[in-house]
């Protein structure tokens, strides 16, 4: 059965960076064609993806935060870590983490954490 | 701004076949990219619908299926449900520089 649960805090303020941690359960991240990504959705707005971080090592950001994002792994402790930069208000967002999965050219994600809510302000 | 572009609502009464569509382009799902579609009930975390353009996930039922034809994908439900009501997500690969994994503008599905 694969989980994931995100944790972090649930406010900071702006400027400030936020470090976001997925503990999942269920799966390898060593195994071919798996990896782990991070989604977020301002409140009322659609899905936006952030990062992701593959089987192989590999870490792809979405190029518009690309500056501002990085993503690790702790294998020891079957977690995966987004870290975001300078934070603003317009960040605010419920940030999900997902086990994700290679189909034909493109990954998705099947398999989502409950979202963890995080506001930015001072 | 997502590359990918959903309707912003559709509705239907229950029983009826709803429609949605995801428009794309060449860069994405033109270029060969498989599409995705998630389903999120409000203050719940989304849910793969399908996968690969067609595929179901154990679970789902055959009342949702998936195509794609050329730089738009659809997402059909028939038989719709009262539970059915919810935002619908498409979801595919960009090769170009506006967002490698993108997600649809989200689409808000009411049963009448």
């Known amino acids: 059965q694969i989980t994931l649960k995100e944790s972090g805090p649930t406010l900071v303020k702006p400027t400030q960076t936020l470090t976001l941690t997925c503990t999942f359960s269920?799966?390898?991240?060593?195994?071919?064609?798996?990896?782990v990504g991070w989604i977020r959705q301002p409140p009322g707005k659609a899905l936006e993806w952030l990062a992701l971080?593959?089987?192989?090592?590999?870490?792809r950001y979405s190029p518009s935060l690309k500056s501002r994002l990085t993503i690790t792994k702790d294998t020891s402790k079957n977690q995966v870590v987004l870290t975001m930069t300078n934070m603003d208000p317009v960040d605010t967002a419920t940030y999900y983490c997902?086990?994700?999965?290679?189909?034909?050219?493109?990954?998705?994600?099947?398999?989502w954490g409950q979202g963890t809510l995080v506001t930015v302000s001072s | 701004q997502s590359v990918l572009t959903q309707p912003p609502s559709v509705s239907g009464a229950p029983g009826q076949r709803v429609t949605i569509s995801c428009t794309g382009s060449?860069?994405?799902?033109?270029?060969?990219?498989?599409v995705h579609w998630y389903q999120e009930v409000p203050g719940t975390a989304p849910k793969l619908l399908i996968y690969?353009?067609?595929n179901r996930p154990s679970g789902v039922p055959d009342r949702f299926s998936g195509s794609k034809s050329g730089t738009s994908a659809s997402l059909a439900i028939t038989g719709l449900q009262a539970d059915d009501e919810a935002d619908y997500y498409c979801?595919?690969?960009?090769?170009?520089?506006?967002?490698?994994?993108?997600f649809g503008t989200g689409t808000k599905v009411t049963v009448l």
């Open positions: 971080f593959y089987w192989d090592d590999d870490k």
């Open positions: 997902a086990h994700s999965r290679y189909s034909t050219k493109s990954y998705y994600f099947d398999y």
């Open positions: 979801q595919s690969y960009d090769n170009s520089l506006s967002g490698l994994y993108v």
């Open positions: 690969g353009n067609n």
């Open positions: 060449s860069s994405n799902i033109g270029a060969g990219y498989d």
């Open positions: 269920g799966f390898s991240l060593s195994t071919s064609g798996v990896a």
